[in-house]
T-cell receptor, first 112, second 113 residues
């Protein structure tokens, strides 16, 4: 499949360690944020979302933190596994019709 | 798998030609959004269709147009193809236009020569 990871910042993490992927957003009117995972040759896959009235949300092995003051979003992955290797995008939505704006992405490489 | 399918998987066209890409939404979903993803970049929103009407549009010229059918499947049409149109075209379906999770298809890789 085609690579979506060219020219992207890369985070290399040892298997079993925790990963933190950061994202800065620009639109202070954004009220809904989503993290997506994209593997080579596939479309983006929803991981977790958070509304602007929250600052933390937890899922299975993942946590999203939102800091509206500095317009910063982070994704924490606990006990990173080889299957977590992919490109991760943060995305924001400020329109009621789901005009989702994606960030540039971070490539996560898990070292066995 | 998300249940969203796209066809064709790959396509090669010549500059100036026209292309139609197709998307079948997940069962029960009435909203389809289209995105363009250039190599190494994040997807960019093209437009969204909700119950057969265009419901929002990104910064793409009018030569990018679409349709949604009564069964909620959708087409993306691009006229007068340019080299910069080479990209992965993704569609995503959702059960509505609010804060719903979008389910993406695998995409169509378009190459314009």
């Amino acid at each position: 499949g085609e690579s979506v990871g060219l020219h992207l910042p890369t985070l290399s993490v040892q298997e079993g360690d925790n990963s933190i992927i950061n994202c800065a957003y620009s639109n202070s009117a954004s009220d809904y944020f989503i993290w997506y995972k994209q593997e080579s040759g596939k479309g983006p896959q929803f991981i977790i979302d958070i509304r602007s009235n929250m600052d933390k949300r937890q899922g299975q092995r993942v946590t999203v933190l939102l800091n509206k003051t500095v317009k910063h979003l982070s994704l924490q992955i606990a006990a990173t596994q080889p299957g977590d290797s992919a490109v991760y995008f943060c995305a924001e939505n400020s329109g009621g019709y789901q005009k989702v704006t994606f960030g540039t992405g971070t490539k996560l490489q898990v070292i066995p | 798998e998300t249940g969203v399918t796209q066809s064709p998987t790959h396509l090669i066209k010549t500059r100036g030609q026209q292309v139609t890409l197709r998307c079948s939404s997940q069962s029960g979903h009435n909203t389809v959004s289209w995105y363009q993803q250039a190599l190494g970049q994040g997807p960019q929103f093209i437009f969204q269709y909700y119950r057969e009407e265009e419901n929002g549009r990104g910064n793409f010229p009018p030569r990018f147009s679409g349709l949604q059918f009564p069964n909620y499947s959708s087409e993306l049409n691009v006229n007068a193809l340019e080299l910069d149109d080479s990209a992965l075209y993704l569609c995503a379906s959702s059960p509505g236009t609010g804060f719903y999770e979008q389910y993406f298809g695998p995409g169509t890789r378009l190459t314009v020569t």
